[in-house]
């Protein structure tokens, strides 16, 4: 099983940036998926997931409205478009996937906002 995010960057608040899961080693449409992330001192947090098919999809109250998370089974990846970016939304962000015998973690990317 492998799990690599991409797509964290420095964004000024207000903007916007897209992250990339890309995962493989397993049926991935068999799987439900969130993004977590990480603040410095902070614990990881959910922010945000999606059923297997994509046809439910869930949000921390803190990100509804700026960030949207989507997934294509046939490229094996799940997408977080991230609108309206806050200081706060910095952190490391990971993709998680339900289910699976024991925790794969990716590297996570890094999403910094400031000006």
């Known amino acids: 099983v492998q799990v690599v995010e991409s797509g964290g960057g420095l964004v000024q608040p207000g903007g916007s940036l897209r992250l990339s899961c890309a995962a493989s080693g397993f049926t991935f449409s068999n799987y439900d998926i969130d993004w977590y992330r990480q603040a410095p001192g902070k614990a990881r947090e959910q922010v945000a997931g999606?059923?297997?098919?994509?046809?439910?999809?869930l949000y921390d109250d803190s990100v509804k409205g700026r960030f949207t998370i989507s997934r294509d089974n046939a490229k094996h990846t799940v997408t977080l478009q991230m609108n309206k970016l806050k200081p706060e939304d910095t952190a490391v962000y990971y993709c998680?996937?339900?289910?699976?015998?024991?925790?794969?973690w990716g590297q996570g990317t890094q999403v910094t906002v400031s000006s």
């Open positions: 998680y996937v339900i289910g699976l015998p024991r925790d794969y």
């Open positions: 999606i059923s297997r098919a994509g046809e439910n999809r």
